[in-house]
């Protein structure tokens, strides 16, 4: 069987596998997208098929081939002429790069060359996927940080070469030793950061008011939805109102405090749910801020069970540098705003990447007495 396998991966040429899994990255990349757009709404990914989001329109193959059908169809519904996004295009040209690359650093024609070249392949489209729906809402679903946990262990010990090892034990403990010090490692890091920069106060000018609903905290010029801002019950915005008004009566001078599971006024405690509306004045509110989301640390621990503790340790490091130069920029160009808004998770992505490729070299640099 080796023989075989071996005469068949060698009797193409490089290039012609190249060319392979640069159009299988294509089409998974194809797939990706419809991930991106199902996943943060909890859509099924096999029904129904592929479809216009503007008109329902359902997308037969020919008008669904990676890249070529949107550069036919000029980025338009056939059926609709609606605007199709220019993501679909760069997430198929994304995918199919990040496979050929793989390909180029890892693969070799042997069995195991490929297998390594292919696995790296789908942690680039993990990345790529997670990156996409971080950027668009500000999550990372449970399908890619947990599903990649386990996913990362058990071909772990399937593929040893994932971690330059030769034995399945060994393989096996260098991707728990990641998923640990991954997991471990962003959650001392977010705590740290609520300790010392947990809270963020917001002033309100005379007249200004705040506005609190069911879904989120309206601020002058701003709308900041609650998921934004309670990553634990314990999260609590305080404010001292000079005035506060509910749907049946006001308040003068009062301490107001909320969180997920409770409403204090005064010394009156409520159920948020039952208070759909409140409007207060006041000189400032106390808002509790995360750095990074518990996301974040279920996606390192899934980074880590692929590239291990070491590699886990500098993606959190490098990521910090990437975060780091990117606010730098924004201040540069006058958007220092932009800066708030930008999740935190692309970081860990684009810092693992440089792992996956450059890790052996970092590593001989970072620890040069290791074999």
């Excluded at 899994?21 to 997208?33: C, H, I, P």
């Excluded at 990676?66 to 760069?90: D, E, H, K």
Aim: glycine share 10%; with cysteine; net charge neutral.
């Amino acid at each position: 069987m080796s023989d075989f396998m071996l005469d068949f991966w060698t009797r193409a040429p490089f290039v012609f596998w190249s060319v392979v899994f640069f159009v299988f990255g294509t089409v998974v990349g194809s797939f990706l997208n419809v991930c991106i757009h199902r996943m943060p709404l909890d859509l099924s990914l096999a029904k129904p098929g592929s479809q216009c989001p503007k008109c329902g329109f359902a997308i037969p193959w020919r008008l669904n081939i990676p890249i070529v059908s949107w550069l036919w169809l000029r980025g338009r519904c056939r059926q609709c002429a609606a605007s199709i996004s220019p993501r679909y295009l760069g997430v198929e040209l994304l995918t199919g790069l990040a496979f050929l690359a793989s390909w180029l650093a890892f693969g070799a024609q042997t069995t195991p060359g490929v297998l390594l070249a292919v696995t790296w392949g789908f942690v680039l489209a993990g990345l790529i996927v997670a990156t996409f729906i971080d950027f668009e809402h500000f999550i990372i679903p449970d399908q890619i940080t947990l599903g990649g946990v386990a996913v990362g262990f058990i071909v772990s010990a399937g593929l040893p070469a994932l971690h330059h090892v030769t034995r399945p034990a060994d393989s096996l403990m260098a991707s728990g030793l990641g998923i640990l010090v991954g997991a471990g490692s962003v959650f001392a890091v977010l705590q740290l950061g609520k300790l010392l920069f947990g809270k963020v106060r917001v002033p309100l000018e005379e007249g200004e008011s705040a506005t609190f609903t069911e879904s989120a905290l309206h601020l002058p010029g701003e709308v900041v939805p609650f998921e934004e801002i309670f990553f634990r019950n314990s999260d609590t915005i305080r404010l001292h109102a000079k005035r506060l008004e509910l749907v049946d009566r006001c308040h003068m001078n009062i301490d107001v405090a909320l969180s997920p599971k409770r409403l204090l006024i005064g010394d009156e405690s409520f159920d948020p749910e039952t208070v759909p509306f409140i409007k207060v004045e006041s000189d400032e509110l106390v808002i509790p801020r995360e750095a990074m989301g518990f996301g974040d640390v279920k996606f390192m621990a899934a980074i880590g069970a692929f590239v291990g503790w070491q590699g886990a340790l500098f993606s959190l490091m490098a990521s910090a540098v990437v975060g780091a130069v990117v606010g730098v920029g924004l201040i540069a160009i006058g958007r220092r705003d932009w800066s708030a808004r930008l999740p935190y998770g692309p970081y860990i992505s684009l810092a693992a990447v440089i792992w996956i490729f450059f890790g052996l070299r970092i590593l001989a640099v970072w620890l040069p007495e290791a074999p």
